[in-house]
Structure formats: C-alpha cells, structure tokens
C-alpha cells in the first residue's frame, strides 16, 4: 500500500476548513491507514477512532455549535468524509450514518430535547445508528412493519429491523416505527438507547467488504421508550427519514469518492514504478488512458457533490441532485476500483495490495441508503413526475 496521503486540491470556503482539513489528513495517516488492511482483513472494529474522532470534534461537524456541533456547512463536512474514506471505508462510512442517526433529532426535535441528548451524541463519545430497513421493506421503506404501542407515557416497540451498521455497538438508535396506518403517514421516529431493555442484535452479516463494519439486525421486544424520546409528531418519520437520506446520499458519494481516489493512488504509484519492457508501465498509452479516464471520472463525482452541497448549505432544494451525486459516484468508484486491479494485473487480484480490498468496498456503496436503481427512480420523478399507475 502506498504510505502517501492522497493530496487532493481542494476548493475550501474559510482558514478554519483548510485547517480542519489538514487535521483530517494527518488522524487518517497515523492512525487509520497504517491498520486499515489488516482491521478489515480480522474484522476487527476500530471503535477507539470513533472516540478519538468525537475527542477531536469530528463526529458533528455538520451541526449546530450550540448543541456540541462543529457549525461546518455539508461543502466541508463531505470532504471530511471523503478523506476519512480514502483511508478506510468502515470510519468514513460510519461517520456518514452517525451523522444519519443524528439528522432526525437535530432537524426535528425540540429544544429540550437537543439540550438533553445532541452534546453527548455530537461530541461525547457516543456513536449511533439508523434504523429504517428491515427484512421485507428496503427499497419500499414505507411498507416497515416494526410496530410501536402506546402505553401510558410511553411506548413499546415491537419487530426487527436489518442492514443495521454499526447494530449491536452503537450507544442509540434512530428507529422509524409503524404507529398508525398502513403506508408512509403511519410511521413515527424515535430516539432508543443502545443498552434498552428488549433490544438485542443478531450475529453480524458475513459480507464481501467493510468485514470491519458491523451490520445486522435488531430484535426490538417489547422495548419500552418515553414518549420524551418520540423526534416529530406522530405520523411524521417518514418525512424525516426521507430528509436523513437526503444529506445521507451525499455522505455516501464523498465516502464513494475517497474510494475510488485511494485506489486511483494505488494504481498511480504502482504504474510508475513497476517496469516493463524496460520502461514503466505508466508509459504505455493503453494504461496512461486508463488513469486519465479514473481521475476524470474521479474529478466529476467531486464537483457533483459539491455542488449539491452547495445547495444544501444554501437552503435551496437538492434531492434530486443528491440522487444524481450518489448514482455517479457510487457508479464512478466501481468503475475506478476495476480498473485499479487491471493496472495491477495479477498482484491487483491478490491481498497483498488494497485494491482488490478497495474493489470489494466499492460494491456496497451501489446498495446503501437507496440502491442505484432507486436513484434513477427519484431522479426520473423530479424530471418526469410520478410514475403513472
């Protein structure tokens, strides 16, 4: 693996965001890339950088100052994802769905309830999860059947959730429940402690990738919950769950991103040096065409996140541009990651060298927060409105 950082020029709005920047990198060098093969190779999860990542204030950097938050707008905070990613998907990746697990409550909760739980979710230590997939219901999220009952004061949930990162090691979970009808006017979020009573986790997935990334699924039985920790009225979760999404497509193209740049790195550095020939391989027009098609695929899926980010920040609609980000990202890493192991040719296959390692981690990125297909989906209906039925 090349010990070098990727470098990447980028375009930052303020001293204190190329500061953050440069603190990002140097965390990611000493004390995330030097393990990252041999962590994901044992399955091992590095919940000690998470805790170094929160000590450093870089686990809420999205939200507000006030609550813990690090007050970056999403044109920053992406960038941080894309350069925690280049260094090991299971951190980028798991600080992209905290920051999901933590959407819900920011943008929704009331202020008794930010005062009371955002300061230890954004920068005490704590990690979350997002609980909206289940066995029967991933693309078609409004069809969810985990159920939550009214009793008294509070409520009880009941049902199993799936595809959970960080299940069974996160200190709460943002759960959408069914507590009304049938459909997505049926469906309440809630706020649940890690270590709730009737809450237990499955066996984590045995899975291709991200081995250092727990994922599994959630056993809620009869798991009692304040209704102080129901986020929004009633019947409104699958609005905030569909507005986490939104910001949480765009984490998954920069972490997509910072794929595909580490194995464009790789796939750099050993073309320079390997010879063939008499010469090194970088010389040879097939392969130089080959690097210049991954940096440019490379270069575009950047801009297209920024650019929806912009928006964002600017408080301006970007659903479908985020759509559009993680299709093309995602899309543009599995693209980049290929080629890496064809420029490495036989040694690319093997796990001597990440990019085979990078290849099978690019692969879930297609899948998560809404598959590509569904990314289609949504692009289309912004374009041609909804699909006649």
Not at 64 to 83: H, I, K, R, T
Not at 102 to 129: D, F, I, N, R, V
Not at 241 to 269: K, S, W
């Amino acid at each position: 693996m090349t010990d070098r950082a990727p470098q990447v020029d980028r375009s930052l709005p303020t001293e204190e965001s190329r500061d953050l920047l440069a603190l990002v990198r140097e965390i990611a060098q000493r004390e995330i890339r030097p393990r990252a093969a041999e962590e994901e190779d044992t399955g091992r999860f590095p919940r000690e950088v998470f805790a170094l990542l929160s000590e450093a204030g870089l686990l809420g950097l999205p939200y507000a100052g006030e609550f813990g938050g690090g007050d970056q707008p999403y044109e920053v905070y992406l960038q941080v994802l894309e350069e925690l990613a280049a260094a090991r998907l299971t951190v980028g990746l798991g600080v992209s769905v905290h920051s999901l697990a933590c959407h819900g409550l920011a943008g929704y909760g009331t202020k008794e309830q930010k005062g009371a739980h955002l300061p230890a979710m954004l920068g005490g230590g704590l990690l979350g999860a997002y609980c909206l997939s289940e066995p029967s219901s991933g693309s078609d999220a409004a069809s969810l059947t985990t159920k939550a009952v009214r009793d008294g004061e509070d409520w009880l949930i009941s049902g199993t959730k799936a595809w959970i990162t960080h299940g069974g090691v996160a200190d709460f979970y943002t759960v959408l429940a069914r507590t009304g009808v049938d459909g997505p006017k049926g469906i309440t979020a809630f706020l649940v402690p890690g270590d709730a009573q009737g809450l237990t986790a499955a066996v984590p997935e045995k899975k291709m990738g991200m081995k250092g990334s727990p994922t599994a699924q959630l056993h809620f039985d009869g798991v009692r919950v304040p209704d102080s920790r129901r986020i929004g009225e009633e019947g409104q979760g699958f609005t905030i769950a569909l507005a986490a999404l939104d910001a949480g497509r765009l984490g998954i193209a920069a972490c997509a991103i910072g794929v595909a740049q580490a194995a464009l790195d790789e796939a750099l550095a050993y073309a320079l040096d390997r010879k063939q020939f008499g010469h090194p391989i970088a010389d040879f027009q097939g392969l130089r065409f080959m690097l210049a098609d991954m940096a440019t695929k490379i270069e575009a899926g950047r801009a297209l996140y920024l650019a929806a980010a912009r928006l964002r920040d600017a408080g301006k609609p970007f659903s479908r541009q985020a759509a559009m980000a993680k299709l093309f990202c995602t899309d543009a890493a599995m693209a980049v990651t290929t080629d890496a192991v064809q420029v490495l040719g036989g040694y690319g296959y093997t796990a001597d060298f990440p990019v085979e390692r990078l290849m099978r981690e690019a692969k879930v990125l297609q899948i998560v927060e809404g598959t590509n297909q569904i990314q289609r989906m949504v692009i289309a209906r912004h374009l041609a409105g909804p699909e006649s039925r």
